[in-house]
């Protein structure tokens, strides 16, 4: 209900949530906790074997993991844009991991 105040268009809401089931809801639920159980997990091996730099860049990693179920398991699409996107974030994420970046921190913080 409140949800449905706050939007100003309660009509086109509440018909939208009364059409939502327990099937809806379980897909919502499986995607949200595979895709947060995936990236933590990953998350807090890094905290016990890894930096913070590379703990703090995984955290970008969690809406691509619930998207990438989603389109798995549920049969979503993806648009062109989502997968530039998500191309980047994998990228930056990527240089920030590799041996090379962690070279120029160190040289930059014996610098300072």
Known sequence: AAAVAADGSSGELAA???QFNS???LAMAYVSLL???????IFFYEATHGSLTAISSLTFLTPMFAA???YMVLGETLT???LIGA??????VFMI???ASHKIRE???KKE
């Open 107 to 109: 040289v930059a913080a």
């Open 80 to 82: 062109p844009v989502q």
């Open 87 to 92: 191309g980047i974030t994998l990228a930056a």
């Open 68 to 70: 990438g179920a989603g």
């Open 16 to 18: 939208r949530l009364a």
């Open 23 to 25: 099937s809806d809801a």
């Open 97 to 99: 991991n590799t041996p």
């Open 35 to 41: 895709g947060g159980a995936a990236s933590y997990g």
